[in-house]
């Protein structure tokens, strides 16, 4: 018998048909001898909904008032979920956020997990009984709910699994697994039955939508093994040929001679800005990125161009496209202060990444890249480097090319069937 925290997402919540699906994969589970513990999303497209009554309501509303809103959606799924389990035999309720309760800190509408509180939900999952949680949300010092931000229903699965010591938390999607590539750019891209928990968080952070990377950064902190499943297989399968993400160890004692590049992801939500004629001195890249901190907005690839007269510089970055309009407007109303001439953004740009902790100990790996890419003649504009990732800027128009390409070179390509 283990304990098993099963997660499912908006895609598999949406309707009853589906969630009748989901409450047969749970009582499979459950009929096996298990402890489990359900955490649902939202009904797919059910959030947007919500936000949108928000903003009709105030464009300037309440993040409190927010949370009460948008927290509503989980709170319906976990409802139907526990009464469909009920019609079907199985001992099952709703906790809310606040009934546990789920302790959060920090701000409205991107609220932090602090702790979770078990005794009753351990009682009653070993009781036999189902506990269906709804993602997402949680129960600030004031008593008032709490939301954790978009996709923060894969944090709160991890968290429940972290906090009942749970063998493994399952995290059901639309695909069957982590793939070496996104599998509609590269029809040979392989399903990976093991990924470490380092992998998995570069691969979330630079394009692949397969998991939360707060999510995965909490895994790695409490050591949660993760399972990535598919909602759409058999609800009775008993071999579910998903992913694993665990620790590295646990990936060498089972596969000595594994592949040296776990995955290639590709993200073209990102915008390039270049910053020129920056004075070179001591404060001045620090007047440009301090205000992009204080507004929220999240700066990842940063180049500072060698200068060549000791006076001045050009300082490269790359920031959410989305945020690209507000930081332009931010870094020109400090212009004097910061003293650069001009700014130069480039929004037609996709980041492509090489990912694998056999980097750590093998040489040449951004070399293989480098000269890939340009054999095909794909123009690298910067480049970005981490112990176990490479990540380089290109034309958004050659992301496909690019994928393909490095794909093959690393060997990742899936044999061909007979």
């Not at 499979?28 to 797919?44: L, Y």
């Not at 936000?51 to 464009?59: H, L």
């Not at 600030?140 to 699994?161: E, F």
Request: charged residues 25%.
């Amino acid at each position: 018998m283990a304990r098993i925290v099963m997660k499912f997402g908006g895609t598999s919540m949406a309707g009853m048909e589906r969630i009748r699906n989901v409450a047969a994969r749970v009582k499979h589970v459950v009929d096996q001898g298990n402890e489990v513990a359900v955490v649902v999303s939202a009904m797919a497209g059910e959030t947007d909904r919500l936000v949108g009554f928000c903003r009709e309501a105030s464009p300037l509303y309440d993040p409190a008032e927010y949370d009460v809103v948008v927290a509503s959606g989980e709170q319906v799924t976990s409802g139907l979920l526990a009464m469909t389990l009920k019609a079907m035999g199985v001992d099952a309720r709703s906790w809310l956020g606040w009934q546990l309760p789920i302790r959060t800190i920090e701000t409205h509408a991107k609220a932090r997990i602090e702790r979770i509180e078990t005794d009753a939900l351990v009682a009653a999952m070993q009781s036999g009984q189902v506990a269906v949680i709804p993602g997402f949300q949680g129960m600030m010092a004031d008593n008032r709910i709490a939301t954790l931000g978009r996709g923060g229903s894969d944090t709160s699965a991890v968290a429940v699994a972290a906090a009942v010591k749970a063998d493994r938390c399952d995290i059901y999607t639309d695909v069957n697994g982590v793939y070496t590539t996104d599998p509609r750019i590269v029809s040979r891209a392989r399903k990976l039955n093991m990924v470490t928990y380092e992998e998995m968080l570069e691969l979330a952070s630079v394009g692949s939508k397969v998991l939360q990377t707060r999510s995965v950064a909490l895994a790695m902190k409490e050591k949660v093994r993760v399972q990535v499943l598919s909602s759409f297989d058999s609800p009775d399968q008993t071999d579910l040929p998903g992913t694993l993400i665990v620790g590295e160890q646990e990936i060498e004692d089972s596969d000595m001679e594994r592949q040296l590049i776990t995955g290639i992801a590709a993200d073209k939500n990102d915008a390039k800005i270049i910053v020129t004629r920056v004075p070179d001195k001591p404060g001045a890249v620090a007047s440009i990125f301090t205000p992009l901190a204080e507004a929220s907005i999240n700066v990842d690839m940063i180049i500072q161009n060698d200068s060549k007269d000791k006076e001045e510089t050009d300082v490269t970055f790359t920031v959410p496209r989305a945020d690209l309009a507000r930081s332009v407007d931010i870094l020109e109303a400090r212009k004097e202060s910061i003293g650069f001439r001009r700014i130069i953004t480039d929004s037609e740009i996709a980041k492509i990444s090489v990912v694998g902790v056999g980097m750590r100990s093998h040489a040449g790996v951004a070399a293989i890249m480098f000269k890939t890419l340009a054999d095909r003649g794909i123009n690298i504009e910067a480049i970005s480097t981490s112990e176990i990732k490479v990540s380089v800027l290109i034309d958004e128009d050659e992301t496909e090319l690019a994928v393909r390409v490095l794909h093959s070179a690393y060997g990742l390509d899936a044999a061909e069937a007979a």
